[in-house]
């Protein structure tokens, strides 16, 4: 039906979104910060996508870290 696509827009969205976060920490933790945060921002958009308001929170966290590690702020 033409319901599906829709709905499965959001859905494959996701996991992308997840792995985005994750491998952006994985660049934190290497020591790339600018890799780190192309990840994160990468991240939130998806999130943002899809009014995930309480990942979008923890992408911003991870942001802000990621700056705090550099010594810089938001």
């Not at 827009?9 to 920490?25: C, E, K, M």
């Amino acid at each position: 039906t033409g319901d599906a696509i829709p709905y499965a827009f959001p859905v494959r969205r996701r996991p992308l979104a997840l792995s985005l976060n994750n491998l952006g920490i994985v660049a934190r933790r290497r020591g790339d910060p600018e890799r780190a945060a192309t990840l994160f921002e990468e991240s939130l958009a998806i999130w943002r996508e899809l009014g995930d308001r309480l990942r979008q929170a923890l992408a911003l966290n991870n942001l802000g870290y990621n700056l705090a590690d550099q010594g810089r702020n938001l």
